[in-house]
């Protein structure tokens, strides 16, 4: 595979039960994540090892960590079976509104720049070798559709939720995904820069054996050609591919 463009940036929360204030009031409880080694998952793993807390990956128990799917998360939030989760959004802003959580740490305080990868575009190597103008003309499309988000964010938001209940059936609640929309940034930046340091996070936090070789995973190649045409600065890939 490879990384051809980033898609969003942030939005993604530590979010618990209110009478929750730190790291010590969190031994012996049941946390959630989206999936084990996902980047919420290893972002919770590493926070609690940051704060003296061990978990089945890192030597330890203090701290039970079950991987479910997010309305489960949900639901078992609202019926007090957990007491917290690390989630990207709308879930994080669903735990807060829906189930009376309050936010304990936004992960973008946790990166020097206060920005970190959340959705990236990817294709397999060989499809990115055999339709490079389906993937240029994929990015053109996306680049566009970015900046219709940040010149008009509220018709965005509308848009994007009346498609929420096409494909599920609900939208969500007009305070959610307004919620929401304020925690992330969408971008064709897929900060490549960070790369390597989730991976190194990955390690410390157990769901890794060693930082993987990651050289040549971004091909940013359509995008910067797209984001020249437009008159726009190109994107680093940060030593780890083409750009």
């Known amino acids: 595979m490879r990384i051809v463009s980033g898609a969003t940036n942030n939005g993604a929360a530590f979010v618990v039960k209110p009478e929750i204030n730190g790291a010590a009031d969190l031994k012996g409880k049941s946390l959630a994540t989206p999936q084990l080694g996902g980047t919420q998952d290893v972002a919770l793993r590493k926070w609690l090892l940051d704060n003296g807390l061990k978990v089945q990956t890192t030597g330890g128990n203090d701290v039970d960590i079950v991987n479910q799917e997010n309305a489960q998360t949900l639901d078992l939030f609202k019926s007090g079976e957990i007491d917290g989760a690390?989630?990207?959004?709308?879930?994080?802003?669903?735990?807060?509104?829906?189930?009376?959580?309050?936010?304990?740490?936004?992960?973008?305080?946790?990166?020097?720049?206060?920005?970190?990868?959340?959705?990236?575009?990817?294709?397999?190597?060989?499809?990115?070798?055999?339709?490079?103008?389906?993937?240029?003309?994929?990015?053109?499309?996306?680049?566009?559709?970015?900046?219709?988000?940040?010149?008009?964010?509220?018709?965005?938001?509308?848009?994007?939720?009346?498609?929420?209940?096409?494909?599920?059936?609900?939208?969500?609640?007009?305070?959610?995904?307004?919620?929401?929309?304020?925690?992330?940034?969408?971008?064709?930046?897929?900060?490549?820069?960070?790369?390597?340091?989730?991976?190194?996070?990955?390690?410390?936090?157990?769901?890794?054996?060693?930082?993987?070789?990651?050289n040549g995973i971004y091909d940013l190649t359509a995008l910067n050609k797209v984001l020249v045409a437009a008159g726009k600065p190109p994107v680093s890939a940060a030593g780890l591919g083409k750009q």
């Open 86 to 214: 690390w989630l990207p959004e709308p879930w994080a802003s669903r735990l807060v509104l829906e189930a009376g959580g309050k936010v304990l740490v936004d992960e973008k305080t946790l990166w020097p720049d206060g920005e970190f990868q959340t959705t990236i575009l990817i294709s397999s190597r060989q499809f990115l070798e055999n339709h490079p103008e389906t993937i240029e003309a994929l990015i053109k499309g996306q680049v566009a559709q970015t900046e219709a988000i940040e010149a008009d964010p509220a018709t965005a938001q509308t848009e994007l939720n009346v498609a929420i209940g096409e494909l599920t059936g609900k939208p969500l609640a007009d305070t959610t995904i307004q919620a929401a929309f304020a925690n992330i940034q969408p971008t064709w930046d897929p900060l490549a820069g960070t790369l390597n340091t989730i991976a190194e996070n990955g390690v410390e936090a157990g769901t890794l054996a060693e930082v993987p070789d990651l």
